[in-house]
């Protein structure tokens, strides 16, 4: 089947509108030490039913239907900038996952995590949760997902502020980037939980489980759990063996060829591994981007890391031009401020996520022996949720476990905690700066060019 020409236009003046768009703000927001991807959620926001939909519904409603063709193609579009996002930042993962201050980072990154989600978990015991979940959320689901919101750390949104910076190569930098690696591999297995659940409530099956033609609910969330631990618990250690033993053997002509297209294939693989499990691919691409991260990592030569260094710089390129401003652009889309934004339970709920993610992680860092000010600057950086704050609100949102009131306080929260991270660390920037002496960023995944490695990472 292939698309008529009107709804070929029809998709081309969409996305468009939403590249030029998102592309605008992205810049703005840019020179304003904003971080680009928040620019390019309020370009979307802007094309929406809040602002756009409220002066002229009906070209809002023709530009971004519902159904129909257009909206199928922008669909699978929203899903591979998606996927790619996530495969991107596995690789950051990766990329940052060492650092600095053994004893300050432990401290942080554990009590950073624990304190928060513990605390979300024991509120969301308090609320009515018919008022924030979806069809597929139950209590337990949706209470996991407020106490990831509370506790989620932002890799890319607040590396990008350090870049912009330029502190990334500092001490500091290598200390919250290394804690928020370990948070968000923590979170990220949890959302994988939540995601099991719901796909049990929902009653259907797809994948390794309809074989066994059994939708009761106490053996299908058995099954979507463990499936998703499992996966996880396999290919976070293997992966990047499996990934080498891929390069080298069967597939070594396609790596040969083109390195660039050997990693979508393997993103795709995994992604497709995952379908076949019935779990959410986004975590095939996650896992995909760390294993071949790490993968080549472990290849020493500058002349045969070359190849790879290259992909991951086509890939990254094309994917932060075309695909993830679409996927961030079409976040901004789906807020509709007007109708789905409670406004109390969004302060009340922004007041609490920072004051215990900013308390927890400065108490960590005090009794880790951090001054008061050092500790003040880390607290800051960490309570930034970005990106994976946005992935977690459009994932449930997708999968029923929240409504749309829910999705729109959690993107908002990304929002507002991102850009407070950013508009802090540009004031006090020479305290960062003196924290550490400055020192060269570690070398493994450097990029071409002796640029930093993450320059336009999200």
Not at 408 to 437: C, D, E, P
Request: proline letters at 5%; aromatic letters at 10%.
């Amino acid at each position: 089947m292939t698309l008529q020409s009107p709804d070929l236009m029809h998709l081309f003046v969409a996305v468009t509108v939403l590249l030029v768009v998102a592309h605008t703000a992205g810049h703005l927001f840019m020179l304003l030490r904003q971080p680009p991807v928040i620019g390019e959620i309020v370009g979307g926001l802007l094309l929406g039913p809040t602002v756009l939909g409220a002066f002229a519904p009906d070209a809002q409603r023709w530009l971004f239907p519902s159904t129909g063709p257009a909206a199928a193609g922008l669909g699978v579009l929203y899903e591979a900038g998606l996927l790619l996002l996530l495969f991107l930042s596995g690789r950051e993962m990766v990329e940052h996952r060492s650092g600095g201050r053994g004893k300050s980072t432990a401290a942080m990154a554990v009590i950073g995590i624990v304190v928060p989600f513990a605390v979300g978990l024991f509120t969301a015991r308090f609320l009515d949760i018919a008022e924030l979940s979806g069809p597929q959320g139950t209590r337990t689901s949706v209470g996991l997902v407020f106490g990831i919101g509370v506790a989620v750390t932002s890799i890319p949104v607040i590396s990008r502020i350090m870049l912009d910076l330029d502190i990334l190569r500092t001490g500091f930098a290598r200390v919250v980037l290394s804690i928020a690696v370990f948070e968000d591999l923590v979170l990220y297995v949890m959302l994988s939980v939540v995601l099991g659940l719901a796909q049990a409530k929902s009653g259907s099956s797809y994948g390794l489980w309809s074989l066994f033609d059994n939708n009761d609910a106490l053996p299908s969330t058995i099954y979507y759990v463990v499936a998703s631990l499992v996966f996880f618990a396999v290919f976070l250690p293997l992966g990047p063996w499996f990934f080498r033993m891929l390069a080298i053997g069967p597939a070594s002509f396609v790596e040969k060829r083109s390195p660039t297209g050997f990693r979508l294939v393997f993103m795709l693989g995994m992604a497709l591994t995952c379908v076949g499990l019935g779990i959410n691919p986004v975590f095939g691409a996650l896992l995909a981007g760390a294993s071949a991260a790490g993968a080549d990592m472990r290849v020493t030569e500058p002349e045969q890391r070359a190849p790879a260094d290259g992909a991951w710089e086509t890939l990254k390129r094309f994917s932060l031009a075309f695909f993830v401003p679409l996927y961030f652009a079409n976040v901004g889309v789906q807020l509709d401020l007007a109708h789905h934004f409670p406004l109390l339970f969004f302060v009340a709920f922004l007041a609490m996520a920072c004051l215990v993610k900013l308390v927890s992680v400065w108490a960590a860092a005090r009794l880790a022996g951090e001054d008061n000010r050092s500790a003040q600057h880390f607290a800051v950086a960490l309570n930034a949720r970005g990106g994976p704050g946005i992935v977690l609100a459009t994932v449930t949102l997708a999968a029923g476990v929240i409504n749309e009131d829910f999705y729109t306080v959690l993107a908002m929260l990304s929002i507002v905690t991102s850009q407070i991270a950013g508009v802090w660390l540009h004031v006090f920037r020479k305290q960062v700066i003196n924290m550490a002496q400055q020192t060269t960023a570690p070398p493994a995944m450097a990029a071409p060019g002796g640029a930093a490695p993450s320059a336009k990472q999200r």
